[in-house]
């Protein structure tokens, strides 16, 4: 499906700009007519900084009142909460809707991918281990649930990926969102947990594998089923209080190629009680070609395995 209203991709900082609610520079994208072209007022668009601000008008918004008073528009528009009123609060979604996801019928690209790759039953013994998801956000979309170590659903980050390749589908825009923003659920305050956190206190004594992306981190638990393995969801994710629950575990970083300095340089800032490690493996195997697109370890594995 074709959206005509959508965000403007991102096309360098001349496509990103001063949020109306926060006042921030380079952080607004505005929507677009995707037929006429044009950009609709100048204060419907999303804030990218989703936590601090959270100002997000739509083009829904915009048309059923095209008022014109940004005055007006910010007095309505919910202001963030302080940084004090956020500590320790954890908005969750219902773990019912977790399960309605796991049973829609719906078709689903990215397990159409797997079960290509790894035939049906694997494949369904993935989908109960990660709990992946399929969303009617857009035709074949998939929830990566985000199920922190307690067992709390903090929220799901919904993609589209290609049945056949397993990429992402990024065009005309990157299709990602979340399950909060999808149901419409306002002044949710998102704290992101590890994908796959969840397995963590049911595999006590396995190493654990940290790799950047959901698809990553499932794909690759097929192959090296010695680790438990999780993603970060973004690299902005590896932090000292994500890692807290990674206390008294090996963990052996994964980062894709290219990035191998930067997750090294982040080692010293997170939770100190763990032993980490960090593969080279990528770095020192991978080949010209695959560095330049820069691939990752299930990439690699993927490879490996048809080669084989």
């Not at 096309?11 to 007519?33: A, E």
Request: charged share 25%.
């Amino acid at each position: 499906m074709t959206y005509r209203y959508v965000l403007e991709p991102y096309k360098g900082i001349t496509s990103r700009f001063h949020c109306p609610g926060c006042g921030k520079k380079r952080v607004f994208s505005r929507y677009i007519d995707t037929q006429e072209n044009i950009y609709l007022g100048e204060h419907v668009g999303r804030c990218n900084r989703e936590i601090k601000c959270g100002y997000h008008f739509t083009p829904k918004q915009f048309f059923d009142n095209p008022i014109s008073d940004i005055d007006k528009i910010l007095k309505e528009h919910p202001k963030p909460l302080s940084k004090e009123k956020l500590q320790g609060i954890i908005n969750t979604i219902p773990k019912h809707i977790v399960d309605k996801s796991l049973k829609t019928g719906r078709t689903n690209n990215f397990v159409t991918f797997l079960k290509g790759m790894f035939g049906e039953g694997t494949a369904k013994k993935l989908i109960e281990k990660y709990r992946i998801g399929t969303s009617k956000k857009w035709q074949g979309a998939t929830v990566f649930w985000q199920i922190d170590a307690q067992g709390q659903v903090r929220s799901g980050k919904i993609m589209l990926y290609d049945p056949n390749s397993g990429k992402r589908v990024k065009k005309p825009f990157p299709h990602i969102s979340w399950v909060h923003t999808a149901l419409g659920i306002r002044e949710f305050y998102l704290k992101q947990c590890f994908f796959g956190a969840h397995l963590l206190q049911s595999n006590t004594g396995k190493p654990i594998a940290i790799v950047e992306s959901e698809k990553t981190a499932i794909i690759s638990s097929v192959f090296l089923s010695d680790f438990i393995w999780i993603a970060t969801g973004s690299l902005s994710n590896l932090t000292y209080e994500n890692t807290r629950i990674l206390k008294d575990r090996q963990v052996v970083l994964f980062p894709d190629l290219n990035g191998y300095q930067l997750w090294k340089d982040k080692i010293e800032n997170l939770y100190p009680e763990a032993d980490y490690q960090i593969s080279n493996l990528l770095e020192q195997k991978a080949s010209e070609v695959q560095k330049e697109q820069g691939w990752d370890i299930a990439d690699y594995l993927v490879d490996l395995r048809l080669e084989s």
